[in-house]
């Protein structure tokens, strides 16, 4: 039987990766989601080295075509999805218009497209 899927955005550093290795440890076969491929990459050697099953993919929650691209090759795998973590998001100290716009784009419209996008996963 295939180990069971997890995905986890801005999975590349703190408590995203964290998730990643906690789920990887209980069996998950982890994708870690980062806006960053090298650092996505190296989250996910990290892990790899350790033992657990990783694997880095790349994931801009802010682009609605980054998102589709993800689900796309998600679909294209066959990804059964079995638990999606919305970890990425953004804080600005400072808000004006732009960064309202990006946290929003990131905090909530990015996780809603990507669960609507791998909701037939």
Do not use: C
Not at 20 to 48: C, D, F, I, P, T
Not at 89 to 117: C, I, K, M, Q, S
């Amino acid at each position: 039987m295939a180990a069971p899927m997890a995905v986890v955005t801005g999975g590349n550093r703190g408590l995203g990766l964290e998730t990643g290795r906690q789920l990887a440890r209980r069996g998950y076969r982890v994708v870690l989601a980062a806006r960053r491929k090298a650092e996505g990459r190296g989250a996910a050697s990290a892990l790899s080295r350790q033992g657990l099953a990783a694997e880095a993919w790349p994931l801009d929650m802010a682009d609605p075509a980054s998102i589709a691209a993800f689900a796309a090759r998600a679909r294209e795998e066959r990804l059964a999805l079995e638990a999606l973590v919305n970890n990425a998001g953004v804080y600005h100290e400072r808000l004006d218009a732009g960064t309202a716009r990006e946290t929003v784009a990131v905090n909530f419209l990015g996780p809603l497209r990507l669960a609507d996008a791998l909701s037939p996963q």
